[in-house]
């Protein structure tokens, strides 16, 4: 594609984690995007400004589209292309995958009254919405958490231990001392140090602080995007890695606050990790970056 040539995009949030939508039903709009583009496209100044960008694509078309492979598509119609901001992939994103839903839902290309299936490099998750309204809460079926080795992770001349949680994408939990103020970690402009030899790929880095029983609030740093207002893997390995230092029994629940907003965690009795939070299509218009 030429820069003169225009394209549709949508602009959305999570919980303050925001997006570039662009709607490329049989992929021949972006082709495989590229990480020029998608840095274009997220800069702040000189673009449209997010955290990442999510391409709609058909699970038919990914293939040719060079947006990666799915695992089967578990009859998904439509597959979350996601990018960090900085133009690398991530498996998942789940702020992104509620604001990807309420696109498709406002759009008519999905039935709120239904679940919704969307396939994304971490396999096909399952969106409910609220009273099976377009504009209601949506609830996403994570999957299964996979929690691995105990780690650290740094900032500055300070270490604090962490827990390696999987949630499709690789997460750090690192717990605060209670009395302590998120704010202490300090900035988080630059990635926290962790141990390459667990996270190859980089790491998503998650503070978190105790509130009370089944509530935590928690800053992130992302790979690939940098310091966030929410992340939803984030605050689903943050749930996953409090309950567990609880000794909670499945089938329970926690808030979690974060800078943009607050998400509702569950963790089921079958194991699976439920996340509820709002969605938010915001604008959209053409562009020619
Ligand atoms: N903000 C997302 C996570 C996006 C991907 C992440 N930066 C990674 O590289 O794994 C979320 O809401 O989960």
């Given at each position: 594609m030429s820069s003169a040539e225009s394209y549709a995009f949508l602009k959305g949030h999570g919980t303050e984690n925001d997006f570039v939508l662009l709607p490329d039903p049989d992929g021949?709009?972006?082709?495989?995007?590229s990480a020029e583009r998608v840095r274009a496209l997220c800069d702040r100044r000189a673009g449209i400004g997010g955290d990442g960008v999510l391409r709609v694509i058909r699970t038919t078309a990914v293939g040719e589209a060079g947006a990666g492979q799915t695992e089967a598509?578990?009859?998904?119609?439509?597959?979350?292309?996601y990018r960090n901001a900085d133009g690398s992939i991530s498996e998942m994103c789940g702020n992104g995958i509620r604001v990807f839903g309420r696109h498709l839902a406002q759009a008519g290309l999905?039935?709120?009254a239904g679940p919704v299936p969307v396939a994304t490099r971490d396999g096909v998750k399952v969106l409910t919405f609220a009273g099976g309204e377009v504009d209601g809460e949506i609830t996403v079926d994570m999957g299964v958490p996979r929690v691995l080795a105990d780690t650290s992770v740094s900032v500055g001349d300070r270490t604090w231990p962490a827990v390696h949680v999987d949630m499709g994408n690789p997460h750090a939990v690192a717990f605060l001392d209670e009395?302590?103020?998120?704010?202490?970690?300090?900035?988080?402009?630059e990635a926290p140090e962790h141990d390459a030899a667990v996270y190859p790929a980089g790491v998503n880095v998650e503070f978190v602080l105790r509130r009370a029983p089944g509530h935590v609030a928690m800053r992130v740093h992302e790979?690939?995007?940098?310091?966030?207002?929410?992340c939803g893997t984030g605050a689903c390995a943050v749930m996953v890695a409090a309950a567990l230092a609880d000794e909670a029994a499945r089938d329970t629940s926690y808030r979690v606050d974060l800078p943009g907003g607050t998400l509702h965690i569950s963790w089921t009795v079958d194991d699976r990790i439920m996340m509820t939070g709002p969605a938010v299509v915001l604008a959209e218009g053409v562009t020619r970056l």
């Open positions: 021949s709009v972006h082709g495989e995007l598509d578990g009859g998904a119609e439509w597959f979350m292309d999905a039935d709120p009395g302590s103020d998120l704010a202490d970690v300090g900035p988080l402009l790979r690939g995007s940098g310091e966030t207002r929410a």
